[in-house]
C-alpha cells in the first residue's frame, strides 16, 4: 500500500491535517497510538521492559509507569536507546502489518519523530512535513497541554530542526495563521496528488 509518511514538530498541526486526509477516506496508521499499545496492560513490549528494567518501571495494571520511564530517559540516555531497542522494532511489526492491512487508496503513517528516528524515510513513498514558526508551536502547545513555554521550549530542543523536517520532506504544508479552510484546500491538492501516484 502506497503511504505517505506525514511529520512536524509538536502543534505544528499534524493531527489536524491527518483528520482532514482520513475526512477523504485515506486510513491513518498513527504510530503515537501504536507506541502506547506495545507498552499498555499486556503489551507485547512489557515483558522485555521488565526484564531490562525492573519491575518498578511497571505499573499495578501491567501496563509502562511511564512517569517514572519519563525521568529515567530524560536525563539518562543509554537508557533511553536501550528501551528504544525493545520498543522500535515491535512498533515497526505493528505499523507495517496495519499499512498491509489498511483499507482505502492509500495510507498515512503519522510520525512524530520521522526524521530523529531511524530510516522511516527509507520506509515510506513520500515525506509530508507541517511547518510552522517555532512561536507558533509554542503558542499552540501552551494552549492545548496548559504547559508554560518552558516546558513547551524544552520539547521543541529535543525534536529535529524545523530546517532538518524541512529537507527531509517531499511535499509542505504551511500551518502558519492558516485557516482550516486553507488547510482544507491544501490538503485537497495533494490527495489529488497522492491518488494518482498511488494508482501508478
Ligand atoms: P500536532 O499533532 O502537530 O501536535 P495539532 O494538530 O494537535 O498538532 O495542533 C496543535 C493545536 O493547534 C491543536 O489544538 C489544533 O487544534 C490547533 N491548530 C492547528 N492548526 C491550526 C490552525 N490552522 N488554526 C487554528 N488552530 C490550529
Same mark, same amino acid.
Given at each position: 500500500? *502506497? ?16 483528520? =482532514?486526509f482520513?475526512?477523504r477516506g485515506v /486510513? =491513518? ?9 506495545? /507498552? ?12 531490562? *528494567? ?21 536525563? !539518562? ?7 528504544? &531497542? ?18 482505502g487508496?492509500?495510507?498515512i ?12 524515510? /527509507?520506509?515510506? !513513498?513520500?515525506?509530508? /512535513?507541517? !511547518? ?36 527531509? &520532506? ?9 485557516? =482550516? ?8 491538492? =495533494? ?10
Amino acid at each position: 500500500m *502506497f503511504a505517505v509518511g506525514l511529520t512536524g514538530g509538536i502543534g505544528s498541526g499534524k493531527s489536524t491535517v491527518a483528520d =482532514l486526509f482520513a475526512k477523504r477516506g485515506v /486510513t =491513518l496508521v498513527d504510530t503515537d497510538l501504536i507506541a502506547h499499545r506495545v /507498552t499498555a496492560p499486556g503489551g507485547p513490549a512489557m515483558p522485555d521492559i521488565a526484564a531490562e *528494567f525492573g519491575a518498578s518501571f511497571v505499573a499495578s495494571d501491567g501496563s509502562l509507569d511511564r512517569a517514572r520511564m519519563r525521568a529515567l530517559v530524560f536525563s !539518562d540516555e543509554n537508557a533511553r536507546k536501550r528501551l528504544e &531497542a525493545i520498543t522500535h522494532p515491535l512498533i515497526r511489526v505493528e505499523t507495517e502489518r496495519e499499512r498491509q492491512q489498511a483499507q482505502g487508496p492509500y495510507v498515512i503513517m503519522v510520525v512524530p519523530l520521522l526524521v530523529e528516528s531511524g530510516n522511516w524515510k /527509507t520506509r515510506v !513513498d513520500r515525506v509530508l /512535513t507541517v !511547518d510552522c514558526s517555532v512561536e507558533t508551536q509554542i503558542a499552540r502547545v501552551m494552549l492545548r497541554n496548559a504547559f508554560t513555554r518552558e516546558q513547551v521550549q524544552a520539547i521543541i530542543a529535543r525534536q529535529a530542526s524545523r530546517e532538518a523536517r524541512l529537507a527531509a &520532506a517531499d511535499d509542505i504544508i504551511v500551518n502558519d495563521g492558516a485557516s =482550516l479552510e486553507a488547510l482544507d484546500l491544501d490538503v485537497d491538492r =495533494l490527495h489529488r496528488i497522492y491518488l494518482s501516484l498511488a494508482a501508478a
